[in-house]
Structure formats: C-alpha cells, structure tokens
Nanobody, 120 residues
C-alpha cells in the first residue's frame, strides 16, 4: 500500500517558522510532482506550492518569498519550509503527489493533513 504521511504542523506565533514534511512509503517506482495544499473550514482546498521531479517550483502568490518547497527523491520526501508566518496561514495542510507504482501505472495520493495554527 502506497501512502503519504505528513508531519511538522503545530502552533506558532506570528512571524515564526515551521517545516512540514511528507514521506511517501510503499512500493514506489518514482514520484512525479509533489505539492502542498491547504484548506480552511468551509473553503476549497488551494494549492500552496508545487515541485516537479526536476525541481521546478511554483507558489501561490500569498506565500511567495515566505515559503520554500523542496524534495529529496532518494527519501521520497517533500518539505515545506514556512517562514514569516501570518495568522491567515492557519489551515490544515495536505501533501499531494502523483506516484508511479510501475513505469505506466500511477496513483494520485493525498496525505491525512496536518494542522498549522498561527496565533499569539
């Protein structure tokens, strides 16, 4: 069974930093794009950052210059370094990935979500 497991959420003061991690485990051939989304209660899930297998990145305008996405292909892991956090960054953050389980078959996976709360 292939799955994504996130870690690193928690409570942080405004202006602080957190680093989220997401590990893909199971029988994996390779991983294409890896992303972070976030969702507040009653709102749609929104893309925060995306990284391709060749490390091309893309960010939501609201996090540019504050968040950095990176990945370690050898560890099947994606990270989200979040700096200068604001109260409006409070959300549940979800890892998302397109995982190749063979050279031709892929799975679209979501993690279970990790809560980030920015508050004084």
């Amino acid at each position: 069974q292939v799955q994504l497991v996130e870690s690193g959420g928690g409570l942080v003061q405004p202006g602080g930093s957190l680093r989220l991690s997401c590990v893909a485990s199971g029988s994996i051939f390779s991983i294409n794009s890896m992303d972070w989304y976030r969702q507040a209660p009653g709102k749609e899930r929104a893309l925060v950052a995306r990284i391709s297998r060749s490390d091309i990145t893309d960010y939501a305008d609201s996090v540019k210059g504050r968040f950095t996405i990176s990945r370690d292909n050898a560890k099947n892991t994606v990270y989200l370094q979040m700096n200068s956090l604001k109260p409006e960054d409070t959300d549940v953050y979800y890892c998302h990935a397109i995982v190749m389980v063979t050279s031709v078959r892929y799975l679209e996976l979501w993690g279970q979500g990790t809560l980030v709360t920015v508050s004084s």
